[in-house]
């Protein structure tokens, strides 16, 4: 998104015709593939993840009250995830880079302001009810994996967590700052 600000910056700067608009509509529409790539891998990720877990979980069946929570805890978390991103890919495909670039601008804000409210708690709930679900699980775990196996991963899975928590308050951060930079960008357009 950062890059179509700059690229919107640059050619407003220095369009004389024709020619940089199209230029500027063909780096906005590559841009746009990239965006909606990225979301499409998001949701490859997680539906591979959702599928091997609920494998695991119909091979091994789990029997105690606390090992079924976290399991439906466990794949909740990623139905809740993969619903949320698919709701991502279908409001951003409203954005049009070929529409007027205020009318780009405005729908390309109201995405990132929806994200916004994705990224903030509601983001780090599905990672807690996951870590929740996760050790609720593990409860029946020494039941199908070897003591140093259940050892590795109860050692991992914090880093784990830490990691991934790192991963998305850097992602967090990076939406954040093209939100507002859409927003000046938005306003200066309003301002002509």
């Given at each position: 998104?950062?890059?179509?600000?700059?690229?919107?910056?640059?050619?407003?700067?220095?369009?004389?015709?024709?020619?940089?608009?199209?230029?500027?509509?063909?780096?906005?529409?590559?841009?746009?593939?990239?965006?909606?790539?990225?979301?499409?891998?998001?949701?490859?990720?997680?539906?591979?993840t959702?599928?091997?877990?609920?494998?695991?979980?119909y091979?091994?069946?789990?029997?105690?009250?606390?090992?079924?929570?976290?399991?439906?805890?466990?794949?909740?978390?990623?139905?809740?995830?993969?619903?949320?991103?698919?709701?991502?890919?279908?409001?951003?495909?409203?954005?049009?880079?070929?529409?007027?670039l205020?009318?780009?601008?405005?729908?390309?804000?109201?995405?990132?302001?929806?994200?916004?409210?994705?990224?903030?708690?509601?983001?780090?709930?599905?990672?807690?009810?996951?870590v929740?679900?996760?050790?609720?699980?593990?409860?029946?775990?020494?039941?199908?994996?070897?003591?140093?196996?259940?050892?590795?991963?109860?050692?991992?899975?914090?880093?784990?967590?830490?990691?991934?928590?790192?991963?998305?308050?850097?992602g967090?951060?990076?939406?954040?700052?093209?939100?507002?930079?859409?927003?000046?960008?938005?306003?200066?357009?309003?301002?002509?």
């Amino acid at each position: 998104m950062e890059d179509l600000i700059n690229q919107w910056k640059e050619d407003r700067q220095r369009m004389t015709g024709a020619g940089s608009a199209d230029e500027l509509i063909r780096t906005a529409r590559q841009q746009d593939r990239n965006i909606l790539n990225a979301h499409y891998g998001t949701l490859l990720i997680l539906c591979g993840t959702l599928i091997v877990l609920a494998l695991y979980f119909y091979n091994y069946r789990y029997a105690t009250a606390a090992g079924i929570t976290g399991m439906w805890l466990m794949l909740g978390g990623l139905v809740l995830r993969i619903f949320i991103e698919t709701i991502s890919v279908l409001q951003y495909q409203r954005v049009r880079p070929e529409e007027s670039l205020a009318h780009s601008t405005n729908r390309a804000l109201a995405f990132h302001r929806f994200r916004k409210r994705i990224h903030g708690p509601f983001t780090l709930g599905i990672v807690a009810l996951y870590v929740a679900g996760f050790y609720l699980a593990a409860t029946e775990f020494n039941r199908y994996l070897p003591t140093a196996l259940l050892a590795w991963i109860h050692f991992s899975f914090p880093v784990v967590v830490i990691v991934l928590v790192r991963v998305i308050r850097t992602g967090i951060r990076k939406e954040m700052e093209s939100l507002e930079q859409m927003m000046a960008l938005s306003k200066e357009i309003e301002g002509r």
